[in-house]
């Protein structure tokens, strides 16, 4: 299933709400997680089943949609949130959006 | 805390094999979860390669069956993998990772692998 993720390059200002977007090809049934990657690290797990959040992230992340279009959100962007984010989809296999990269205005 | 690390050659010369370690610690591999391999190519494409589970069982990616292996060392709480007949195009940055329900819940730091002559 592919996915597709935009914006591929969001650039935001401390404190905005900021909204990535990611689209599969056909009905994933909300199976979807997301992930932080910044920098020289491993990509770490924000959300899944595109809703829930996994121990200990922060409660400014969030997820939403189904179907085929799902949401990350950050209510107040902090700078320690500038890294790229992935959306993977479980539905069938396992496949991966392209990356949004979000750097600070 | 369930940590993994990857561990192997950075290069590789094409149609060699590509061979690579993943150490876990804090879990025992023949407890639970899914021990996948996933790679990164230049460019931020991650793809989705194999995984061996907690009884031995493998499950390949079938864009890759042919070519890749997993197995493991219960032993020494690692899995491993090997990749046949390399080319340039799979040169990548390569992770291990833990997979719980459908989400790949710990990762590895990565191992950067590049295949040149």
């Known amino acids: 299933i592919q996915m597709t993720q935009s914006p591929s390059l969001l650039s935001a200002s401390v404190g905005d709400r900021v909204t990535l977007s990611c689209k599969a090809g056909q009905n994933i049934n909300n199976y979807l997680a997301w992930y932080q990657q910044k920098l020289g690290e491993a990509p770490k797990l924000l959300i899944y089943n595109a809703n829930s959040l996994q121990t200990g992230i922060p409660s400014r992340f969030s997820g939403s949609g189904s179907g085929t279009d799902y949401t990350l959100t950050i209510s107040s962007l902090q700078p320690e949130d500038v890294a790229t984010y992935f959306c993977?989809?479980?539905?069938?296999?396992?496949?991966f959006g392209g990356g949004t990269k979000l750097e600070l205005k | 805390e369930v940590q993994l690390q990857e561990s192997g050659p950075g290069l590789v010369k094409p149609s060699q094999s590509l061979s690579l370690t993943c150490s876990v610690t804090?879990?025992?591999?023949?407890?639970?979860?899914?021990w996948n391999w996933i790679r990164k190519f230049p460019g931020n494409k991650l793809e989705w390669m194999g995984y061996?589970?907690?009884?031995?069982?493998?499950n390949y990616n079938p864009s890759l069956k042919s070519r890749i292996s997993i197995t493991r060392d219960t032993s020494k709480n690692q899995f491993f993998l090997q990749v046949n007949s390399v080319t340039t195009e799979d040169t990548a940055t390569y992770y291990c990772?833990?997979?719980?329900?459908?989400?790949?819940?710990?990762w590895g730091q990565g191992t950067l692998v590049t295949v040149s002559s």
């Open positions: 061996i589970n907690s009884a031995g069982s493998t």
């Open positions: 993977q989809q479980y539905n069938s296999w396992w496949t």
């Open positions: 804090g879990y025992s591999i023949t407890s639970s979860y899914r």
């Open positions: 990772a833990s997979l719980t329900g459908g989400w790949f819940a710990y």
